[in-house]
């Protein structure tokens, strides 16, 4: 599937990334330190796509690092320090763990825009870090809407396994607590659980064994669509694709069309374009001095086979409207 404003060179993205508005405007550009997690990840690449759209529109100068692997903690905090020595008017943080970038950050004085990852409240108080606003999914409310979703699926007693992400990665949990919230009171029991570090291939041998260990499971949940694409395969391979129901979560081109066609039953899309949109925008408003809220949730949606071609079609963009406070803020004059 080919899916418009999908194509895009990931190994390209490894080295900086410059993005620079019309020579001379008014005000000055915003100069921009974007640091993301690693661009193997579809998610990960429509954040990075959100940004540099949203760079261009808003006449900013973005520079634009991510890490090598969502296992490079050091390299994502070496390219942050990097950014700080440029002395940046703003910098995005999309970390791969919730303290990796804490010790890079300290002593940054311009707005901080923690994307997508949380980084530690605690950590960040410590380190005097002037984090202005974070701008990502309400992991448990998302892990709820799949929880919900596999619950109307599968009839009472149903089995379930969970894949999780990385063992230390804060959405991952989240969104596996939001999971077993939703499914709370529905009589369906969780049986197993992993985790398989956002990994595809891993996903699918993780969910191989659970298949092999429960013979009488009834249901996958993945806490990101690549890893529900790995336990699709699986079950495939095990000749149950339909009767064993698979929940993904964040909405990417493939598995959007693995919904489609059925190999995967539904997904809570998070809509990292506008994450990536969002996240700029609040810099720049931020580097100008307004107030920004202390956090905003992304905009995320249940895709399903029903509404599913109209998510392929709008892709990049949410196919429901949202609100969108920074671009408010900037409205002001």
């Given at each position: 599937?080919?899916?418009?404003?999908?194509?895009?060179?990931?190994?390209?993205?490894?080295?900086?990334?410059?993005?620079?508005?019309?020579?001379?405007?008014?005000?000055?550009?915003?100069?921009?330190?974007?640091?993301?997690?690693?661009?193997?990840?579809?998610?990960?690449?429509?954040?990075?796509?959100?940004?540099?759209?949203?760079?261009?529109?808003?006449?900013?100068?973005?520079?634009?690092?991510?890490?090598?692997?969502?296992?490079?903690?050091?390299?994502?905090?070496?390219?942050?320090?990097?950014?700080?020595?440029?002395?940046?008017?703003?910098?995005?943080?999309?970390?791969?763990?919730?303290?990796?970038?804490?010790?890079?950050?300290?002593?940054?004085?311009?707005?901080?825009?923690?994307?997508?990852?949380?980084?530690?409240?605690?950590?960040?108080?410590?380190?005097?870090?002037?984090?202005?606003?974070?701008?990502?999914?309400?992991?448990?409310?998302?892990?709820?809407?799949?929880?919900?979703?596999?619950?109307?699926?599968?009839?009472?007693?149903?089995?379930?396994?969970?894949?999780?992400?990385?063992?230390?990665?804060?959405?991952?949990?989240?969104?596996?607590?939001?999971?077993?919230?939703?499914?709370?009171?529905?009589?369906?029991?969780?049986?197993?659980?992993?985790?398989?570090?956002?990994?595809?291939?891993?996903?699918?041998?993780?969910?191989?064994?659970?298949?092999?260990?429960?013979?009488?499971?009834?249901?996958?949940?993945?806490?990101?669509?690549?890893?529900?694409?790995?336990?699709?395969?699986?079950?495939?391979a095990a000749g149950k694709t339909g009767r064993v129901k698979i929940v993904g979560m964040d909405g990417i081109p493939e598995a959007?069309?693995?919904?489609?066609?059925?190999?995967?039953?539904?997904?809570?899309?998070?809509?990292?374009?506008?994450?990536?949109?969002?996240?700029?925008?609040?810099?720049?408003?931020?580097?100008?001095?307004?107030?920004?809220?202390?956090?905003?949730?992304?905009?995320?949606?249940?895709?399903?086979?029903?509404?599913?071609?109209?998510?392929?079609?709008?892709?990049?963009?949410?196919?429901?409207?949202?609100?969108d406070p920074f671009k408010e803020i900037l409205k002001r004059p």
């Amino acid at each position: 599937m080919h899916v418009k404003g999908w194509s895009i060179a990931v190994a390209a993205l490894s080295a900086v990334l410059l993005f620079g508005g019309v020579a001379g405007a008014k005000p000055a550009p915003v100069r921009i330190g974007v640091v993301l997690n690693a661009l193997d990840n579809p998610f990960f690449v429509t954040i990075y796509e959100g940004v540099r759209v949203e760079t261009n529109r808003r006449g900013a100068r973005a520079s634009i690092r991510a890490a090598a692997s969502n296992a490079d903690l050091t390299g994502q905090a070496a390219h942050v320090r990097s950014l700080v020595r440029a002395r940046n008017d703003c910098y995005v943080v999309n970390p791969i763990t919730s303290t990796n970038l804490v010790s890079a950050l300290r002593g940054v004085a311009r707005p901080i825009v923690n994307l997508d990852s949380p980084i530690d409240q605690t950590a960040a108080r410590r380190a005097r870090l002037p984090i202005r606003t974070y701008i990502g999914t309400n992991d448990v409310a998302a892990g709820k809407i799949a929880g919900s979703k596999m619950a109307s699926l599968l009839k009472r007693g149903g089995r379930v396994a969970l894949i999780g992400g990385l063992a230390d990665n804060v959405n991952s949990g989240l969104r596996l607590r939001g999971f077993e919230r939703g499914i709370h009171g529905a009589g369906l029991k969780v049986v197993a659980r992993s985790n398989a570090d956002y990994r595809r291939t891993k996903a699918q041998i993780v969910a191989q064994e659970m298949l092999r260990d429960n013979p009488r499971l009834s249901g996958f949940f993945a806490a990101s669509d690549l890893m529900a694409l790995g336990a699709a395969d699986a079950v495939r391979a095990a000749g149950k694709t339909g009767r064993v129901k698979i929940v993904g979560m964040d909405g990417i081109p493939e598995a959007l069309d693995a919904v489609r066609l059925g190999s995967i039953d539904a997904t809570v899309s998070q809509d990292p374009y506008v994450m990536g949109q969002m996240a700029i925008e609040a810099c720049v408003a931020a580097a100008r001095g307004s107030k920004l809220p202390t956090r905003v949730d992304a905009p995320i949606a249940i895709v399903t086979k029903a509404n599913a071609p109209r998510a392929i079609a709008g892709f990049p963009h949410p196919f429901r409207p949202y609100s969108d406070p920074f671009k408010e803020i900037l409205k002001r004059p």
